[in-house]
């Protein structure tokens, strides 16, 4: 009977072991850690009269690098007796797989290339010419699938045929594999190695070993002498070793950039079509307010839905205390009961509602290309692209936007963003200015109060663009692939963004309205509207307003609560529309409550933080006080 | 949105890259000296070194002092760091001051592929550096430098934008230009694009 035997060599996760057992059937155990196969595994295979040996090496990336694995390998290689060797070649890192090829064929050991991954070459658009490569390396190359056993059978009657008599073959030409091809200097100096090589190994390779100071190699040397004198006179070309390995891999890329052909994906030429839209100068930023539009009308729509469910729940559950009224501790109770119920009310629902959509959009891979078109227009206020995200999260709650500033690079770009929260209204303002503004002053007034925001947003973020100078952080952000969102992986993120909202705020929110109740109780809020009477005199409104606009403070959602405790449930009457408007302004520009104030002391400190608060909350009272007399003239 | 670099993998890779480059065994207190960063990130890679096998840590009887050793494992892996900061910082004088070289090289051998080191040592004897990408007209290319300040330039590398990495234009933008490495899109400012300098691929 005849013997083979066969080495099979190929990088790690290759699909090397896999390949062995669709050749020998499962002996082996195959892991998908990489270097499963530390030791050289054999195993023996009886096909057509000819017993073959199979011998698995461990997966290394070249046979120069002297590690252990590599060490292994080429000990197999050069010092058993092998008849042939199949590579395995990645299809999907063709380049780095010839490496080793170029490396192998220099040994003049008879090759089979085993091609791997082809057809996952192919789904991603990777196409590669393998009668063009069996041409250019003159190896015989055979496609496989270990998984699927495909193209296994043709192998092995491929290495039967290519391995009997190998030298044979190579010694007349008709196998005689690619050889690269080096520098002058440098095949000089392999010409002069070789004349002192003694053995069976190839002349050529071991000369290019030992230039590659491979100090194994050396024992093949008649005399070691030589190797100086190879090196002599190349004093210009100090790096041989390097030189060689660099011209073998730029031969390997050579090689595979001529066999390869990229083309571009079906999914990718409809990505492309895309993003020729989102990304336009003119269609891609209409987009993106059109759809920030949209996603609020949406908002505004289910919120109130949802709102009108919870709001009932809750009164029906508050007026279940009316029994305890009267007592002060059932008066403070009932606050803080209160202001929990604006928390989940207004706000859960529709800051839950919010993160998620965001989280959609992000998934979907929209929310990249919404920050850059932004961007452009960001940049103009002096604000990083990156700021888009947290200012968005701002109009859910401003509490875990500050958080969210985070993803900025520096504390001053952070803080700059983060003041811009005093014109950023939450969810607790947008529902003082549908709830109170539009309800009792109509729509206009409410869109009003919404563009002073905007404009007196824009004021400041140009005036700190022109009193401080940050150094503007440039746009650097991956634009991810488009593709289907998983609804688990949304609810996971708009969870994280919720949970310092519902672990952090919504207790506060019944801390502050306990605290209100408190203060109203023992009478302590009416002192403040002697003292405090010059700002409602600025801002033209009723003395007793003071008490909404100061400990709306406290808790925010309470606000038009307290604005009817003061004035009467008729607003509409005690109030002209012009000082419903003043009212709104008034209590909607600043830093909102004590819980933002809280989020910004932990992040900025607390002297930077009450600095911005109490500047910001007095620049929304010039602000309204401002606007109301400009409008006052006419 | 952004993956934040991967800070203990940074400090394992230095950590063995300290002790590699001294032939015996170092006091542990040193090392924490020599990596700025703070030292419960410093012990928590240590612990992993260990339990990964690639370090010993041995304390000598008299002082109870405590040494560190890499084993023959770690040896190979700190060569491995050790070779790439070199070709790096090699590379990089080329283009900018010693002092600059070492930085980059510093901060871009924990993000390089042995591939791409490859393409660096080749890049390393071209004399054509490339234009910048602002001024690059072809489709694909070869990015051989990113000027960046180090911040930026640790960013960008995080992201997989690195020397030696293929490069394709996608597209302009009103701010920017819309580029594709390692098949990963991305944005880029035109203030980083004209700071990076690319080579035309066929002629790598």
């Keep these: 009977m005849k013997k083979l035997k066969i080495l099979l060599i190929g990088q790690p996760n290759v699909g090397k072991s896999s390949l062995f057992n669709a050749l020998v059937g499962p002996k082996v155990t195959v892991s998908n850690y990489p270097g499963t196969t530390v030791e050289v595994i054999k195993a023996k295979k009886k096909i057509n009269n000819t017993e073959i040996e199979f011998v698995d090496t461990p997966g290394i990336y070249s046979i120069s690098d002297r590690t252990e694995e590599e060490k292994v390998t080429e000990s197999v290689l050069f010092e058993e007796e092998v008849d042939g060797a199949i590579i395995i070649v990645d299809a999907l890192s063709l ?34 010419d393998c009668e063009k490569l069996e041409k250019l390396l003159n190896v015989p190359i055979v496609s496989i699938n270990p998984l699927t056993k495909k193209g296994i059978n043709k192998l092995v009657e491929v290495a039967l045929k290519e391995f009997f008599e190998p030298t044979r073959r190579i010694e007349d030409g008709t196998r ?459 | 949105m952004n993956e934040e670099p991967d800070i203990l993998k940074i400090v394992k890779e230095d950590i063995l890259k300290v002790v590699g480059g001294k032939d015996e065994k170092i006091p542990l207190k040193s090392i924490e000296v020599d990596t700025a960063v703070s030292s419960s990130i410093v012990s928590e890679a240590i612990k992993e070194l260990k339990e990964e096998g690639l370090i010993e840590i041995s304390s000598e009887k008299e002082t109870g002092e405590e040494y560190i050793q890499l084993t023959k494992e770690g040896r190979v892996r700190a060569n491995v760091i050790i070779k790439k900061h070199d070709i790096l910082e090699e590379y990089f004088k080329e283009r900018r001051s010693e002092e600059e070289a070492i930085k980059a090289a510093d901060i871009l051998e924990h993000y390089i592929s042995i591939e791409v080191i490859n393409t660096i040592k080749k890049l390393n004897t071209f004399k054509d550096k490339g234009i910048p990408l602002t001024e690059f007209k072809q489709e694909e290319g070869l990015i051989t430098d990113i000027n960046l300040n180090i911040e930026l330039f640790e960013r960008i590398v995080s992201m997989g934008i690195c020397p030696g990495e293929k490069i394709r234009i996608i597209g302009q933008i009103p701010n920017g230009i819309i580029i594709e490495v390692k098949n990963k899109k991305f944005a880029l400012d035109k203030e980083i694009a004209r700071k990076m300098k690319v080579l035309e691929y066929e002629k790598a």
């Design chain 1, 176 to 634: 005689q594999g690619f050889k690269v091809k080096y520098d002058d200097h440098i095949e000089k100096a392999i010409n002069k190695i070789s004349t002192e090589v003694e053995g069976k190994l190839p002349k050529r390779f071991i000369a290019i070993r030992v230039l590659e100071e491979d100090e194994d190699f050396y024992k093949y040397l008649k005399d070691k002498r030589v190797v100086r004198e190879a090196k002599e006179g190349l004093q210009e070309h100090p790096k041989i070793a390097e030189d060689i390995s660099i011209t073998r891999y730029g031969t390997a890329s050579f090689i595979a950039s001529k066999v390869t052909q990229i083309i571009p994906l079906k999914k990718e030429k409809s990505e492309r079509k895309i993003d020729r839209i989102l990304l336009h100068k003119i269609w891609g930023p209409l987009i993106t307010f059109l759809s920030l539009l949209a996603i609020f009308a949406i908002l505004l729509w289910l919120g109130n839905l949802t709102q009108e469910v919870l709001m009932g729940l809750t009164e029906k559950f508050l007026s279940s205390f009316d029994a305890v009224e009267h007592s002060i501790i059932g008066m403070v109770l009932i606050q803080g009961l209160t202001g929990l119920a604006g928390g989940i009310s207004i706000a859960l629902p529709y800051v839950f509602l919010f993160y998620f959509l965001l989280g959609l959009l992000e998934d979907v891979g929209i929310l990249s290309r919404f920050i850059v078109n932004t961007e452009r227009f960001l940049k103009k206020i002096g604000l990083p692209g990156k700021s888009f995200i947290p200012l968005l999260l701002g109009l859910g709650c401003t509490a875990p936007a500050i958080r969210a500033t985070r993803v900025l690079s520096s504390k001053k770009e952070q803080f700059r963003t983060a003041s811009l929260f005093a014109f950023v209204p939450c969810s607790s303002r947008i529902a003082i200015i549908m709830g109170i503004v539009g309800f009792y002053g109509g729509g206009l007034l409410a869109f009003s109060v919404f563009a002073t925001s905007i404009v007196a947003g824009l004021i400041w973020a140009f005036g700190i663009k022109k009193f401080i100078q940050i150094k503007n952080e440039p746009l650097l952000l991956e634009l991810p692939p488009y593709r289907r969102p998983l609804l688990k992986n949304v609810f996971a993120k708009s969870w994280i963004r919720m949970k310092d909202f519902v672990y952090l705020v919504i207790p506060l929110l019944a801390l502050g309205g306990m605290a209100y109740g408190v203060l109203e109780i023992t009478g302590l809020t009416n002192i403040i509207i002697e003292p405090f009477s010059p700002i409602t005199r600025w801002l033209g409104l009723p003395a007793v307003t003071i008490i909404p606009l100061v400990f709306g403070f406290l808790q925010k959602d309470l606000t038009g609560a307290m604005l009817i405790s003061v004035i009467g449930s008729e607003i509409s009457l005690a109030l002209t529309p012009i000082q419903i408007y003043t009212f709104g302004v008034a209590s909607t520009i600043g830093i909102p409550c004590i819980i933002a104030l809280g989020m910004l002391i932990n992040e900025f400190g607390f002297k930077k933080a009450t600095v911005l608060t109490i500047t910001s909350i007095i620049y929304g009272f010039l602000f309204a006080g401002l606007v109301w007399r400009i409008i006052s003239i006419f």
């Design chain 1, 95 to 128: 380049e780095r797989s010839l490496y080793i090829v170029l490396q192998i064929l220099e040994a003049e050991i008879p090759v089979i290339i085993a091609l791997n991954f082809l057809e996952d070459a192919q789904k991603r658009g990777i196409k590669i």
